[in-house]
């Protein structure tokens, strides 16, 4: 069973690897694109309305492409799961797309995004050319010089008449515009699993693969201890900062826990040490010459401060505690030197 939903930019390279995980898997392919470019080429009254949006790089109406996925998806052989590929665009075809598979008890296991980067996408989209026949996408730009044939079944080789640079640029922009807010839209629902999509063909499969049936970490049987989650923070940080979440393809959900308690850590850390650093600028002012007795008031109102900011973390507060104590020890300690030294006169 696997009920999924790739997400990316045109050119990311959905479509290929929904065929790796469709032949692998058993799952069938759902490409919106597909049954789109399907009924053009049949004629059909649905084909002659969606062609000349498509030709223009626009999104088909979301009644148009939600019939074809409704009528797809209630086929046997998506019984027990399917791929989207390029379905939903928008926001309207997220929720109705919810809708629809709430009502076939179908509920979605994961969004995997494809992350690649502009300069990419276009060289793809420029030098793609697809066998008709089976379906596989070649590369001008990886083809041996002259060859225009399918290696699998010798079919000339064909390129989309929306591949070409003007419509790219306009379906780049319909992706920023309205599908990439899907984005934010499914990692609020921790379904987002975020995948990098260059490098070497099998090494994205594997990542997608690996996000693809990762199991999803129920919040119930997530456990952050206060202590274990502020030691580890700077590193779960690091990982995700650094695109790895991609690579080990970590369900939304757990990193945002570990992004959560990085930034809590790190806040009472900034707490303790601005405590410490308002103690050790009275302890200057004091320095500069002002009474012993002054500086007691000074050192309980740093005390107080301390206390007060870090009032929720023991461990943080005798550190932040013990350090404004120091500082503000320091120019009490000056203070009476000073008046020794005056009365010495
Ligand atoms: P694709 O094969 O996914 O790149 O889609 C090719 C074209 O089909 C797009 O540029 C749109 O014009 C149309 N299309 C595909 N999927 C959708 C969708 N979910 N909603 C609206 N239009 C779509």
Redesign the pocket.
């Known amino acids: 069973m696997m009920r999924i939903v790739l997400l990316g930019a ?1 050119g990311s390279g959905k479509g290929t690897q929904a065929q790796r995980l469709q032949s692998k898997y058993g799952v069938p392919q759902v ?3 597909d049954l ?1 470019r399907d009924a053009v080429a049949r004629g059909t009254e649905l084909g002659k309305q969606a062609k000349s ?2 030709d223009a ?4 109406s979301d009644d148009i ?1 939600l019939g074809l996925i409704r009528e797809r998806l209630g086929r046997e052989d998506a019984a027990n799961g399917f791929i989207l590929d ?4 928008n926001i309207e ?1 997220a929720n109705a797309l919810n809708a629809l598979l709430e009502e076939i008890g179908q509920p979605l296991d994961a969004v995997l995004l494809l992350d690649v980067r502009n300069e990419t996408l276009m060289q793809r989209l420029a030098g793609r050319r697809i066998c008709p026949q089976c379906g596989t996408v070649y590369n001008v730009h990886t083809l041996p010089e002259g060859v225009n044939t399918c290696s699998k079944d010798g079919a000339e080789l064909y390129q989309r008449p ?1 591949d070409n640079e003007e419509v790219i640029g306009k ?1 780049l922009s319909v992706y920023d515009e309205q599908t990439k807010p899907l984005i934010e839209h499914y990692s609020k629902l921790g379904l987002l699993r975020k995948v990098a999509g260059e490098g070497e063909l099998e090494e994205v499969s594997e990542r997608m693969e690996a996000a693809a049936l990762a199991k999803p970490v129920p919040a119930s049987k997530v456990k952050v201890t206060r202590s274990s989650a502020s030691r580890k923070a700077p590193s779960s940080k690091k990982k995700s900062a650094g695109g790895a979440a991609a690579k080990s393809a970590k369900p939304a959900a757990k990193q945002g826990s570990a992004k959560q308690a990085g930034k809590k850590a790190a806040g009472k850390k900034a707490a303790g040490k601005k405590a410490a650093a308002k103690g050790k600028a009275a302890g200057k002012r004091k320095a500069a010459g002002k009474s012993a007795a002054k500086s007691k008031v000074a050192k309980k109102a740093a005390r107080g401060k301390v206390a007060k900011k870090s009032s929720k973390r023991p461990a943080a507060r005798r550190v932040a505690k013990k350090a404004a104590r120091k500082v503000a020890r320091r120019p009490a300690k000056a203070a009476r030197r000073g008046g020794k030294a005056r009365a010495k006169k």
């Open positions: 045109p490409s919106s694109g789109l949006v498509m790089g626009q999104l088909v492409v390029g379905f939903p665009r075809q929306d379906r």
